[in-house]
């Protein structure tokens, strides 16, 4: 197997595309992305035939980066590894700040930096070679350069980085409006609404004209691992220890924010996983124990959620018969009772009597030391009180989710904040939640 990492120097300088070249252009590839992303990884699915795993340090740690690295690599020929902003771009200004950089030196992967070319000449050598010695630790291998305008511009930025800062330069990006993916208010609009098959070409083309793949593939370090769930030490209590239990997992066009490696572990956990569409099927899955809505856009589809009634009748019905409900984001959205959207079209979405438990909503986030399993016991398990399950969650092991959970069951009248008035000290979940706010703020800018 052979690892790389693509980096760019800030937001917008075309990392995610030249990591979507290479996805598509490379054979047998695993996807991996920086950081706390839903949208990114849908595209390099599509470019590679395989799902795509986030690896965050600030959520996981750096143990279960390198588990979920190692262990979804395996198979494949090279993982890419899409990073996030700015190579050194992360939670304050220190070197080991959960970012692009600090991951490679986690993961001992050599970096390609994706440079935009635009409006710049002997310039460029300077950028590339203050990211070079800002942390020697990191290995950057080669630079790309992108929004290149002609093969004569690029062999004189070419000598100019070649010349002063000694990484080679590996090809370039042409300029063509043709490469952008449009975006919205979360990031990019998702993969299944793109003509992909027609951009795919348009990468391959690009990544035999342009770039030098040969030289990528040598650059590419080559590693073994043997890391599997089975022999992962801090999960091997949670084999099997939910085996019958039957989990119905919210999946369409409105609901596609999941992080697989944390269904991965439900399956580890001996959970049979039912996928539904809210858009399209009538009703939930049969004999369902639990039900989890991830995020997504339903606001985009309003109309289609809000006319399949017996759909929304099926999951008042359940919540009524005591089966939980786990929601995040834009399912937490589906679950409220209106949705106002912001042409001022309104549509129904549940009952009141789901509206009401909305007002149970409380978050606990997963922070590394750990909720996974508190949560999926919590959630399949019934009758044991929030304030009883608060002080185990906090000897649990994270494993790999960054989820927050949202609680739509029989402590309707338990406040979070109440914590402090019973005793429990939260001042750790206090400043974890403000940190994490700011996380994803940074990152989604």
């Known amino acids: 197997m052979k690892k790389i990492l693509i980096s760019g120097t800030m937001s917008g300088s075309g990392k995610t595309t030249v990591s979507s070249i290479l996805m598509s252009a490379l054979e047998n590839v695993a996807p991996f992305k920086v950081g706390p992303d839903y949208i990114d990884p849908t595209h390099h699915e599509v470019f590679t035939g395989h799902h795509s795993h986030n690896l965050d340090i600030f959520m996981t740690g750096e143990d279960a980066v390198r588990q979920i690295f190692e262990m979804y690599s395996q198979g494949r020929d090279i993982s890419i590894v899409e990073g996030v902003m700015g190579l050194y771009d992360g939670i304050g200004n220190e070197k080991d700040n959960f970012s692009?950089?600090?991951?490679?030196?986690?993961?001992?992967?050599?970096?390609?930096?994706?440079?935009?070319?635009?409006?710049?000449s002997t310039s460029i050598a300077a950028e590339v070679l203050g990211f070079k010695m800002f942390d020697e630790r990191v290995n950057i291998k080669g630079v790309i350069l992108n929004n290149v305008s002609s093969q004569?511009?690029?062999?004189?930025?070419?000598?100019?980085?070649?010349?002063?800062?000694?990484?080679?330069?590996?090809?370039?990006i042409p300029r063509n409006e043709q490469l952008a993916t449009e975006s919205r208010h979360l990031g990019l609009k998702q993969a299944f609404e793109e003509d992909n098959a027609q951009k795919q070409e348009l990468f391959k083309e690009i990544a035999q004209n342009c770039l030098n793949l040969e030289r990528i593939k040598e650059i590419a370090q080559e590693f073994e691992s043997s890391r599997n769930m089975d022999n992962y030490v801090k999960i091997e209590h949670l084999k099997d220890k939910f085996k019958g239990k039957r989990v119905a997992i919210a999946r369409d066009e409105a609901f596609s924010f999941y992080y697989e490696a944390n269904i991965d572990l439900m399956k580890f956990c001996g959970v049979e996983i039912v996928e539904f569409s809210p858009i399209r099927d009538k009703e939930l899955p049969e004999n369902t124990d639990f039900i989890y809505f991830g995020g997504g856009y339903p606001e985009l589809f309003a109309k289609e959620l809000s006319e399949n009634i017996s759909m929304k009748n099926s999951i008042v019905e359940a919540c009524k018969n005591g089966v939980r409900i786990f929601a995040e984001c834009g399912g937490f959205?589906?679950?409220?009772?209106?949705?106002?959207?912001?042409?001022?079209?309104?549509?129904?979405?549940?009952?009141?009597?789901?509206?009401?438990?909305?007002?149970?909503?409380?978050?606990?986030?997963?922070?590394?030391?750990?909720?996974?399993?508190?949560?999926?016991?919590?959630?399949i398990n019934k009758g044991?009180?929030?304030?009883?399950?608060?002080?185990?969650?906090?000897?649990?092991?994270?494993?790999?989710?960054?989820?927050?959970?949202?609680?739509?069951?029989?402590?309707?009248?338990?406040?979070?904040?109440?914590?402090?008035?019973?005793?429990?000290?939260?001042?750790?979940?206090?400043?974890?939640i403000s940190k994490r706010d700011n996380y994803y703020k940074e990152r989604r800018r």
């Open 100 to 120: 692009t950089a600090h991951l490679a030196r986690v993961l001992d992967i050599p970096v390609i930096l994706v440079v935009n070319a635009k409006a710049i």
């Open 152 to 172: 004569k511009l690029y062999e004189s930025l070419k000598e100019a980085v070649e010349k002063y800062t000694g990484i080679e330069c590996l090809g370039y």
């Open 333 to 379: 959205m589906y679950l409220s009772k209106k949705l106002h959207l912001l042409n001022e079209e309104i549509f129904d979405n549940m009952s009141k009597e789901v509206k009401n438990a909305n007002k149970a909503k409380q978050r606990f986030i997963d922070f590394k030391n750990g909720q996974m399993e508190w949560a999926i016991t919590t959630l």
């Open 384 to 432: 044991e009180e929030l304030s009883k399950l608060y002080s185990k969650s906090r000897k649990l092991m994270t494993i790999f989710s960054d989820l927050y959970f949202e609680y739509l069951d029989d402590i309707a009248n338990f406040d979070f904040m109440n914590l402090k008035s019973q005793g429990f000290d939260i001042s750790e979940i206090e400043e974890f």
